[in-house]
């Protein structure tokens, strides 16, 4: 019998997708422990942020008939296939009956997961592709609609930490807090001592872009994108380019987002019949000269929020939308740099994609929202305290 040596092993077992890589786990102990190893997991997770195969989208559907919810993992290849979709189970304890869920923000295959039942709400650190989740512990303070998460990786203390930010409303003022997986608790952060209104409106998480989170903060005649690096909880201001700064003075819903790894800026006007929609993306990171316009869109129905969620190779972009007369949610899609997005003929119900093969979709009229991520073998209890 031939011996293969364990760096050879380790390239060409990389190469394969997490479903084919699970069984090979079981075939025997020195594969298990192999696959599991945190040096193939990275090596693993590094292949699969280049590899188009990888990309999924993971979405959240609400039946109204029962109130339950399920989620489905739907590929982001070039070819899609209507069954490639993935309907999952959600590993939780068996304690909780959640009857409603919230897919806040992903990174690095790893997601954050809200579920709530009649009494409890509990938030999950949750590998959709290993189906591995562990329930984190409560936070120090209650979240509301006006919070959000950010979801990162610490290369200086090789740990996973997780962001939570109010929007800071007057009268109602929460600290943001700081949750370290090798810690297990979460703990408050000092506020950046220009602290403004944060602008949350535009945007449903914080993007994780050059080992620091990010947000929106605004004020009469204040208007710049703040990070906070995770290694040494520095605030700093991202300089923005003129044409940026020149939207403060008009109605604009503006959101922060991330793209292939780069941080973007995204504009709709709201309360207008029509609409102009633009994204910029920041080409080189703190550079105020290497702002570019991505897309510009004309839509005929005005969006209360739409955030880009994935960039295809082909350079088509996929967003997320909220119509704001019908409060519907779609995700479509954008392949030039200016084009016009139609009337929004079916009630805001209409579901991806535009240019896309895949066309179906079960009960796509109930689709509560959705998160791109990559596949990974990072085990959620492996990070734990």
Not at 45 to 72: G, M, V, W
Request: charged content about 20%; hydrophobic content about 35%.
């Amino acid at each position: 019998m031939v011996c293969v040596p364990e760096e050879i092993l380790v390239n060409i077992l990389s190469r394969l997708p997490v479903r084919f890589l699970l069984r090979f786990k079981c075939v025997s102990k020195f594969c298990s422990t192999l696959i599991s190893d945190p040096y193939f997991t990275m090596k693993h997770l590094n292949r699969a942020k280049n590899d188009q195969d990888s990309q999924k989208l993971l979405i959240n559907q609400r039946c109204p008939e029962d109130s339950i919810f399920s989620l489905y993992c739907c590929p982001l290849s070039p070819v899609q296939q209507v069954k490639d979709v993935q309907k999952l189970k959600l590993d939780c304890p068996s304690t909780l009956k959640p009857r409603h869920c919230m897919i806040h923000c992903c990174y690095n295959g790893l997601a954050i997961i809200e579920i709530r039942d009649k009494d409890r709400v509990k938030f999950l650190l949750w590998n959709p592709s290993i189906r591995e989740s562990i329930v984190l512990p409560p936070l120090e303070c209650p979240r509301d609609g006006g919070s959000r998460f950010g979801l990162g990786y610490d290369s200086s203390s090789c740990d996973y930490k997780i962001l939570h930010m109010h929007q800071n409303v007057p009268g109602l003022e929460y600290p943001n807090e700081i949750f370290a997986l090798k810690d297990g608790s979460w703990r408050s952060i000092d506020e950046h001592p220009r602290a403004n209104r944060r602008w949350f409106y535009a945007m449903d998480y914080l993007p994780f872009v050059h080992a620091a989170f990010h947000w929106l903060e605004v004020s009469i005649n204040f208007f710049v994108v703040f990070s906070f690096d995770i290694s040494n909880e520095v605030y700093r201001e991202i300089p923005l380019s003129e044409e940026i700064l020149s939207l403060r003075s008009g109605p604009n819903n503006v959101g922060v987002s991330a793209l292939e790894g780069m941080l973007c800026v995204h504009s709709n006007p709201f309360f207008t019949g029509k609409a102009t929609f633009k994204v910029w993306i920041l080409k080189e990171y703190g550079v105020k000269e290497s702002w570019m316009p991505l897309l510009t869109i004309v839509i005929d129905t005005p969006y209360f929020n739409a955030s880009p969620r994935y960039r295809f190779a082909d350079g088509e972009v996929l967003f997320w939308c909220v119509n704001l007369e019908t409060r519907g949610h779609t995700f479509r899609t954008v392949s030039r740099p200016f084009r016009s997005w139609p009337q929004w003929v079916t009630r805001g119900h209409t579901f991806w994609m535009v240019n896309r093969p895949f066309r179906s979709w079960p009960r796509c009229d109930t689709i509560q929202g959705g998160q791109a991520f990559t596949e990974s073998l990072i085990s959620p209890k492996s990070l734990s305290y």
